[in-house]
């Protein structure tokens, strides 16, 4: 079954500290992997995308990995600000399909000041 | 900004109102999409258009019944709704196949949260 697991569902952390967040999946044909964040009340937002060659991956204090043999994506951010305070859903794309694309429940981040 | 706009952003209605959301898309996209969000739940996918045509519908009820008049614009029409119809229904566009890089980025509307009492 194609399903994408992320972990924490929910994480706190202190302005200016460093996080990271889990992603696994199970879904093949695989062609690229999506991170969004998603303000409360808003749709989701394109941070990363990442393809089976590529191990990395940044935007400005994010950063994208990508292990293709494990199945394994994270996303990293650095010195937290309070607008990241957000859901960051992990995506993945099955490949040659429109409609094929994977969605993570979601990791709920809180930044505190 | 995403060039995704949905209307209305807040929408409550009765379990025996017929309601519409209506989405349009100013990115010159060829695919439309309707997903529901309930919390804590992933992303649930209701249908798909590709070139005005409908491509996937994900055994979504019959009380939920969309239209796409043309590549620009989508809605999603509402009847006899039940309390668990209660979400966050999004829109987005994409222009080709989602399967490469550099194609197919799914750019999303903010939402339209509706509630049915």
């Known amino acids: 079954k194609n399903q994408v697991e992320q972990s924490p569902q929910s994480l706190i952390i202190l302005e200016g500290k460093n996080c990271t967040l889990q992603?696994?999946?199970?879904?093949?044909?695989?062609?690229?992997l999506r991170w969004y964040k998603q303000d409360t009340g808003r749709g989701p937002v394109s941070l990363t995308i990442?393809?089976?060659?590529?191990n990395t991956k940044s935007n400005g204090r994010y950063t994208a990995t990508l292990d293709a043999d494990t199945k394994q994506s994270s996303l990293h951010i650095t010195a937290s600000q309070l607008s990241d305070s957000a859901s960051y859903i992990c995506v993945v794309i099955m490949y040659s399909s429109a409609s094929k694309i994977i969605f993570g429940s979601g990791t709920r981040l809180s930044i505190r000041p | 900004e995403t060039g995704v706009t949905q209307t209305p952003r807040h929408l409550v209605m009765g379990m025996t109102n017929k309601k519409s959301l209506k989405c349009e898309q100013h990115l010159g996209h060829n695919a439309m999409y309707w997903y529901k969000q309930s919390a804590k739940k992933p992303l649930e996918l209701m249908f798909v258009?590709?070139?005005?045509?409908?491509?996937e519908n994900n055994s979504v009820p019959s009380r939920f019944s969309p239209e796409c008049p043309n590549s620009s614009h989508l809605f999603l029409h509402l009847h006899t709704l039940q309390p668990e119809d209660s979400a966050l229904y999004l829109c987005?566009?994409?222009?080709?196949?989602?399967?490469?890089?550099?194609?197919?980025?799914?750019?999303f509307g903010e939402g339209s949260r509706l509630t049915v009492l």
């Open positions: 258009y590709s070139l005005e045509e409908r491509v």
């Open positions: 987005a566009s994409s222009q080709g196949d989602t399967g490469t890089e550099n194609t197919g980025e799914l750019f």
């Open positions: 990442m393809t089976f060659s590529e």
């Open positions: 992603c696994n999946y199970t879904v093949s044909p695989f062609s690229n």
